[in-house]
């Protein structure tokens, strides 16, 4: 692997995939959520200028080993598997993998999705465990369709083509939300997350801010406070 990637043009560069609300979405293009917010503390605490680069989910950890970006802020789950390639923060949210029906659906418990199509994103926790990639899920479903976007996803759902949608259970909320007259989120979720913000391999420069941000959000309260401000919104 190559050099870490090193900063002379006063641009702090995240990447994320900006289709995952209220973690990083786009409002009227700008694109805004609970970790663009974390990212501009980090940008603030350095004194430099954050630019977000917006790319398929799939792509996040690449962009670190090619130098594209300083870190990956996109509601990304720290995994062993992940742990090969990249280095993670300490842990800023705990998520879980949720299950979407449509209403009136007999689908109404996590086993059920057993012999079930289920639609994922692309490259995701929720996409690992409906593969059963690593052999550990006690879930066998009969197919499953990957997405870029989980709106996408959605939208299948909500046309017939798929039983189920497997998702990270904040984003979730904020699908079954937009469409509560046809979706459903059920109570049963599938894993247990953590969140935590990517960097290159042996940044430890880079880690050990990000991590002092995250300690001084999440003492003063401000952190809860953020969340909290993207649930009732
Ligand atoms: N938390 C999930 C993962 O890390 C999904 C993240 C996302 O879709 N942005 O795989």
Redesign the pocket.
Known sequence: SGAIKTITDGTLTMST?AE?EP?EYRDNDKIVGIDVEIANKIADKLGLELKINDVE?ASLIMELQTNKCDFVA????ATDDRRKNVDFSDPYFD?SQAIIVPKGSNIKSRTDLNGKNVGV?Q????DTFCTNEDGTSDIKVASVKRYNK?SDAISDLINGRIDAVVI?NFPATKFVQKNSDKLVKLDDSLTS?Q?AIAVQKGNTALLDQIDEVLKEMKSSGELDQIIEKYQSS
């Open positions: 995939n995952f973690f989910f996109a509601g990304m789950t998520a994103q490259g995701t926790t929720g989980g990270d997350e969140y």
